[in-house]
């Protein structure tokens, strides 16, 4: 859990493979002569079995995709590469050049993906909620993939006293709810034996005596307790007993709890809660995330800036899909120019469907009346 807070993203190749490292694999294999492309392959056969050995004797290449695919060597890990083809080749140098070259952009890219664009002011404001405001419940809410959980992790990164998140995506008993959490304040897998016996509260008991300042507590994609009644009147029991009672609060550090959700908490009187909502990007962002994950390796823009600003609107401020365009752009599997087109015609139809839903019903609508 606590990993998942240091790289809220954890960037995986498996089975997957970008035109990019595609060409490294290509670039590394074209430097080997014949006979060391036999030799390599030869020996990738002795140590690796199934399809490995169906491979012509000097097809590196395709042995090269059956590690990606299987994940021993990835965009992030060429350890394969490194230790066990490179030392094999005359072209030693050359072939190690062009891995240190795909690593630097790599890491350029990876660096550029942990910043947080445009979210200065939400972070300042969801801290200053949870610190001085007088709920102890922060609710972040927005639709899917407008970033709430990556804004909560910030919020969790900068929190100066411990902190934990569990993520309740699909929980939707409350049992199990009390076993995430608690298997997040403990940091081991512990069986709720008894689930009336509560252990998760007097864990948290227990952390706010040890602790010396305010402990926040993330709760991921808390959805199914947001509406209707069925468990959300245990959530919110739940929560008001972590919270413990508000004349204890002065006495012990303090909990302090984040949600996410796509909607925002009505809860009655009974717990306080702060709903915040969590908002697309705004124009300038959107274009600016664009332009830095969608420029190719190679460093050359595909984008103009007016066709910039066209995409960053359709894609409506919402990161993952501005994360989604820039990486077909970054890894040019299509230009600005087809997606938009792409995008165009698929409006179109879209447009003359309904044009012909409308057409179909007024014609339905005139023939009743004139039964
Ligand atoms: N401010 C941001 N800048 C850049 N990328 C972002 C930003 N916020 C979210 N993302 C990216 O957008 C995607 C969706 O974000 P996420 O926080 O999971 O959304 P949600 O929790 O609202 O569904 C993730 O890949 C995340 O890395
Ligand atoms: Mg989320």
């Not at 993952?320 to 409006?347: T, V």
């Amino acid at each position: 859990m606590r990993d998942r807070m240091a790289s809220p993203e954890t960037v995986s190749s498996t089975g997957e493979i970008s035109p990019r490292f595609d060409k490294l694999l290509k670039d590394v294999t074209t430097e080997l002569s014949p006979d060391e492309l036999k030799h390599a392959v030869s020996s990738i056969k002795s140590n690796f079995k199934g399809k490995y050995e169906d491979q012509r004797e000097q097809d590196l290449y395709s042995c090269l995709h059956l590690f990606a695919n299987q994940g021993f060597v990835s965009e992030d890990n060429l350890t394969l590469l490194e230790r066990f083809v490179t030392p094999k080749t005359s072209k030693k140098g050359r072939i190690e050049e062009k891995i240190q070259a795909f690593k630097k952009i790599r890491l350029r890219e990876v660096k550029t993906k942990d910043e947080l664009t445009g979210r200065d002011s939400d972070l300042e404001k969801v801290m200053t909620k949870l610190t001085t405001g007088s709920s102890s419940v922060v609710n972040l809410y927005g639709t899917s993939g407008v970033g709430k959980t990556t804004l909560a992790i910030e919020t969790l990164s900068k929190w100066p006293g411990r902190k934990f998140t569990a993520d309740l995506r699909g929980i939707n008993e409350m049992k199990d709810v009390h076993f995430h959490v608690l298997n997040a304040l403990t940091g081991s897998e512990r069986t709720v034996v008894s689930y009336e016996a509560n252990p998760v509260i007097g864990q948290m008991r227990q952390l706010k005596r040890d602790s010396q300042s305010d402990i926040l507590l993330l709760l991921d994609n808390v959805d199914q307790f947001m509406i209707g009644d069925g468990e959300k009147a245990n959530f919110v029991t739940l929560l008001q007993r972590l919270l413990g009672p508000k004349t204890d609060r002065g006495k012990s550090a303090k909990l302090k709890i984040l949600l996410t959700s796509r909607t925002a908490l009505r809860h009655g009187d009974s717990l306080d809660v702060e709903n915040y909502e969590v908002k697309a990007l705004d124009k300038a962002f959107s274009s600016a995330l664009l332009h830095t994950q969608g420029t190719p390796s190679h460093g050359t823009p595909s984008l103009k800036g007016n066709e910039r600003e066209k995409l960053a609107e359709m894609c409506q401020g919402n990161p993952l899909i501005l994360n989604g365009m820039a990486a077909i752009l970054r890894q040019e599997i299509a230009n600005a120019k087809q997606l938009l087109k792409a995008i165009e015609l698929h409006e179109q139809e879209v447009v003359r469907a309904s044009r012909g839903r409308i057409a179909i019903n007024r014609k339905g609508y005139s023939g009743e009346r004139n039964i």
